[in-house]
């Protein structure tokens, strides 16, 4: 029986990152990496209403240019960035339906559920709104962005089958991390037969430039494959995937994903060991062993975001991406709603309850000369 995705390949154009120059899109790069990604065969396009000038551009380097039938168009809705304004919140619909021109969305998602971003799209009826506009043929596909625990997929998707699929963040770093618990919610996911499209394959980047140790397991398994390709051919290897999105800014990147990617390959047994051996020697560099636990914020007085906040510092120390890690950290007063480092007031509560005996107003004062 065909699933929902079957024929789409299974790399997928991710808007969330397109180039620019200085402070405006390259457009002329733009439109060159979107006729190369359909002339390759590509299909699946993935912007979100969040995603700021990201639609119009995708406007006119796409969907001004070609055949709306010739590709799939994925859009997203972020009740939580109008949390006061229902309406508001609904009417994002309309805004990325005009600044698109999309005309209808091939598969359309409600943006980031997960912690306390859940209950939002309930009690604005989301979900009810757009399976009216599926039903009035401006929405094919319902699904759901998700950055959650696995126990709130599973009530989401028992609570919402018209959910037809589930976005989530797959790759090899983050299958067992405390925070992102990627190998679970999958699981979750095929349980509930819920076809699946990945985003952050290559961990927005940072795998393409993976610790020295890391890159040299790859090297020496093969020194002609990117290190991108290993992280996405990772992603694309698990059943039941409609697509792995990359969220490509040039050309060039386009070129690599597209190498091998276009004619995808599942990694071989052989090949999946050496991406196991990458994971044991990345759980082995050192970082602040932080499993997520949460006691440390129910005994905070201040509501310190404490286990998001170190999950950014460490992405600094494992990568070195500082964009990243700043992104991430500004996460916990944004999408998170908690508290960032600088509201410690060191009282030591946290470290009282800490399993891992963490010395976590250390690691804050770190966090804020750092990240702040």
């Known amino acids: 029986m065909a699933y929902l995705g079957e024929n789409v390949m299974k790399l997928g154009f991710g808007l969330m990152r397109l180039p620019k120059k200085g402070d405006e899109f390259d457009m002329e790069q733009i439109k060159a990496m979107v006729d190369r990604f359909l002339e390759a065969g590509g299909t699946y396009f993935d912007t979100a209403f969040a995603y700021p000038g990201s639609e119009e551009a995708i406007r006119e380097a796409l969907i001004e240019r070609y055949p709306r039938e010739s590709f799939l168009f994925a859009d997203k809705l972020a009740a939580w960035l109008n949390l006061d304004d229902r309406e508001k919140a609904l009417r994002q619909f309309d805004i990325s339906l005009e600044k698109s021109g999309a005309g209808y969305f091939d598969f359309y998602l409600l943006h980031n559920l997960g912690d306390d971003r859940i209950d939002i799209y309930d009690d604005y009826g989301v979900w009810d709104f757009v399976k009216e506009k599926k039903a009035e043929g401006k929405i094919r596909h319902i699904g759901f962005s998700f950055h959650g625990t696995p126990a709130q997929l599973r009530e989401i998707l028992t609570k919402h089958p018209e959910a037809e699929f589930v976005q989530l963040q797959i790759n090899y770093a983050d299958m067992e991390h405390p925070l992102i618990r990627s190998r679970e919610c999958y699981e979750v996911a095929r349980e509930f037969d819920k076809p699946v499209v990945i985003m952050e394959p290559v ?85 602040i062993p932080c499993t997520s636990c949460g006691y440390c914020m129910k005994v905070c007085p201040e509501n310190v975001g404490i286990p998001r906040i170190f999950n950014a510092l460490n992405l600094l120390r494992l990568y070195g991406n500082m964009t990243q890690a700043k992104r991430q950290y500004a996460n916990v007063r944004g999408i998170f709603r908690k508290k960032t480092a600088e509201a410690c007031i060191r009282c030591g509560q946290c470290e009282g309850v800490c399993p891992q005996h963490i010395r976590i107003r250390d690691e804050l004062e770190n966090a804020k000369e750092a990240l702040d």
């Open 203 to 287: 961990k927005g980047g940072m795998l393409a430039t993976p610790p020295e140790a890391v890159a040299e397991v790859f090297r020496r398994a093969d020194p002609d494959a990117s290190l991108a390709s290993w992280a996405i051919r990772y992603a694309a290897s698990r059943e039941g995937i409609i697509t792995v999105l990359s969220g490509m800014s040039t050309l060039e990147q386009m070129e690599d994903n597209l190498s091998f990617m276009k004619e995808f390959r599942r990694l071989s047994e052989e090949e999946q060991a050496v991406v196991k051996e990458a994971q044991e020697v990345l759980a082995k560099i050192p970082i």
